[in-house]
């Protein structure tokens, strides 16, 4: 069967696409594959229903592959469509790794020209051959051995000695080709950690405790305090506004319980006098009653002639007296209950006399307002105090990191001015090597490239991976005077290029006693070519 090889500009297709038999079967119908190629097929003339584009659809594929048909399965995408002559192409999704260096290997063979049928490759075997002997035949001793005159030994022994040197001297040449043109060895190479200087936030008297060299602290852990006489001040003053306030509070709850006590006596003289006016009322109303009668008795008396007018008059003069001192102690009753039952707690009578003579005292609201407003006082001036804390706390500098520190600059009890540095802490948890190169060494390693780090004192090789090229830092110097930055010129032979290796392996390294900061290190890089001709040919060798 002829094989069509079908090849696309590069701009237009990833792969070849090729007209190999390939059977493709979907919904249980199978179908030739039109076209195919490691990215996706085409099928024409499909006899069942035409999928949807975008659906993503199951495929059994069979390949026929020197005389076997290899089946498999996959996953694919259909990409395009046409109904009208049973047509859609599919794009592979999920394919197996052995399938896909199978349908590679078919379309690389048919490339090259290689492919052919298994019993074409079965050569015949059944020719007869005689080998011939290239050996030189030797004469015979009389005894069948070999003259000694005709042994090689001097031949052997400058062979062999020859062969030594040469061995000798191809290893040398080779490890030094090796080390010069391919490796790069930097012995200015150390175990470094980033520090942190712990700087004062405020001016006043440090206070560091038992902050000493060497000691271990914990994130977030104090490790020192500043102590600002002006917020200590504050704090004392507010601490005395809490105080103050407090005592007031007590004496106005004391005069309140005082006058919750005189409220309570005068309500009880109030019910008092409002029962007594009660039965006052009853016995006036007795009085207006007998009254009544008395002037009714006369008035019968009178109409008969037994009595004067005097006596009519006079009877009927008590009668309203009577009758008002009555309502007036019906309205001095009725305004009593309103008032105990409006006032109740506020106001009371400060006496038994009438309501228009007496007077309203009493100060139960007045003193509860000025509780209240003493606690509201005493609310803000804690508020004030909690916040005076706060700033003092907030001045207290802590540690950013897990950290051991290195160096104290400041006794107990110093004056600091802000930003003063006080201690010098190291973060152990992130170590790392720092090499440091010359400017033409710089220009040959790149980032992610991997190290070989030899530890002369422990007599250790670790591998690394370089994480940071910095070219500039060896130039920069910072004017202590001004405090601020310059540059300053290092000539070609200095190391002033600082690379950053992290470690490949950071579990065999937790030991920070042992792989401690200022450990000397030999660093061992592969170099890279600087030249971009060279560079560009190696990436399309792979090398």
Same mark, same amino acid.
């Given at each position: ?5 079908k090849r ?22 199978? *179908?030739? &594959? &039109?076209?195919w190629s ?7 003339r499909?006899? +069942? *229903? ?12 069979t /390949? ?21 002559e049973?047509?859609?192409a ?11 260096? =199978?349908?590679?290997h ?6 090259? +020209? ?22 030189p ?11 000694? %005159? ?11 000695v020859?062969?030594?040197l040469?061995? *000798?001297?191809?290893?040398y040449?080779?490890i ?7 490796k790069?060895?930097?012995? !200015? ?14 001016d006043g008297?440090?206070?560091?405790g038992?902050?000493?060299?060497? #000691? ?8 020192l ?7 200590? %001040?504050?704090i004392e003053i ?14 106005a709850?004391r ?7 005189r409220?309570?006596? $005068? ?11 009660r039965i ?11 009254a009544e009668e008395? #002037?009714? %008795?006369l ?11 005097v006596?009519?008059?006079? @009877?009927?003069t008590?009668v309203?007296?009577?009758?008002k001192? /009555? ?6 009753l009725s ?6 039952s409006?006032? $109740? ?11 228009? !003579? ?10 509860? @307002? ?7 006082e005493i =609310? ?8 005076? /804390?706060?700033?003092r ?27 003063d540095?006080?201690?010098i802490i190291e ?9 440091? /190169?010359k ?23 670790l591998t +690394? ?19 601020i930055m310059? $540059?300053?010129? %290092? ?5 002033s ?7 490949d ?14 450990l ?5 890089f592969d170099?890279?070519?600087? !030249?971009?001709?060279?560079?560009g ?7």
């Amino acid at each position: 069967m002829a094989v069509k090889i079908k090849r696309e500009r590069p701009d237009q297709r990833r792969h070849h696409r090729v007209t190999a038999p390939l059977f493709v079967e979907y919904s249980g119908i199978t *179908a030739r &594959a &039109a076209d195919w190629s490691l990215g996706g097929l085409r099928v024409e003339r499909f006899e +069942g *229903a035409v999928p949807a584009t975008g659906t993503e659809i199951p495929l059994d594929l069979t /390949l026929p592959f020197q005389g076997f048909d290899v089946r498999f399965k996959i996953e694919a995408e259909v990409v395009r469509t046409n109904p009208a002559e049973g047509m859609f192409a599919v794009r592979y999704t999920q394919i197996g790794e052995r399938e896909r260096e =199978l349908m590679q290997h078919f379309i690389e063979e048919l490339i090259r +020209g290689s492919m052919v049928d298994v019993e074409d490759t079965i050569q015949r075997i059944d020719v007869p051959v005689t080998p011939a002997s290239l050996q030189p035949d030797l004469p015979k001793a009389q005894d069948g051995q070999v003259p000694v %005159r005709r042994w090689p030994v001097k031949t052997v022994v400058m062979s062999g000695v020859y062969l030594a040197l040469g061995t *000798a001297v191809f290893t040398y040449a080779s490890i030094l080709f090796y080390s010069n043109f391919f490796k790069l060895e930097v012995e !200015s190479a150390v175990i470094t950690a980033p520090v942190e200087a712990i700087v004062a936030h405020a001016d006043g008297q440090v206070e560091i405790g038992a902050l000493a060299p060497g #000691q271990d602290i914990k994130s977030s852990d104090v490790i020192l305090r500043v102590i600002d006489s002006t917020v200590e %001040r504050e704090i004392e003053i507010a601490d005395l506004e809490v105080k103050e306030r407090k005592a007031k509070l007590a004496y106005a709850k004391r005069r309140q319980a005082e006058e919750l006590d005189r409220a309570k006596s $005068y309500a009880a003289v109030e019910m008092k006098n409002i029962e007594q006016t009660r039965i006052e009322i009853e016995s006036l109303m007795a009085q207006v009653k007998i009254a009544e009668e008395n #002037q009714g %008795r006369l008035a019968s008396l009178h109409s008969k002639g037994y009595t004067t007018d005097v006596k009519l008059n006079e @009877a009927q003069t008590d009668v309203l007296k009577i009758r008002k001192e /009555l309502a007036i102690r019906q309205v001095e009753l009725s305004a009593r209950i309103d008032l105990a039952s409006n006032n $109740y707690g506020k106001r009371m009578f400060s006496g038994n006399e009438t309501i228009g !003579s007496a007077d309203l005292i009493g100060s139960v609201k007045d003193l509860e @307002a000025e509780v209240r407003l003493i606690e509201h006082e005493i =609310l803000l001036s804690q508020q004030r105090h909690i916040s005076y /804390l706060n700033q003092r706390e907030r001045d207290a500098v802590r540690a950013p990191f897990d950290a051991r520190v290195l160096e104290v600059r400041k006794p107990e009890g110093a004056q600091v001015k802000r930003g003063d540095v006080v201690a010098i802490i190291e973060n152990r948890n992130r170590r790392h090597v720092t090499a440091w /190169l010359k400017q033409d060494e710089v220009m040959r390693v790149g980032l992610g490239d991997e190290v070989q780090l030899f530890m002369p004192a422990l007599g250790e090789t670790l591998t +690394g991976r370089i994480s940071e090229i910095d070219r500039t830092t060896g130039f920069v110097r910072e004017q202590e005077a001004q405090g601020i930055m310059a $540059y300053e010129w %290092r000539g070609q032979h200095d190391r002033s290029a600082m690379v950053t290796i992290a470690f490949d392996e950071p579990e065999k390294v937790r030991d920070e006693d042992k792989y401690r900061p200022g450990l000397p290190v030999i660093a061992v890089f592969d170099q890279r070519s600087t !030249s971009p001709a060279i560079s560009g040919l190696s990436g399309l060798l792979g090398l």
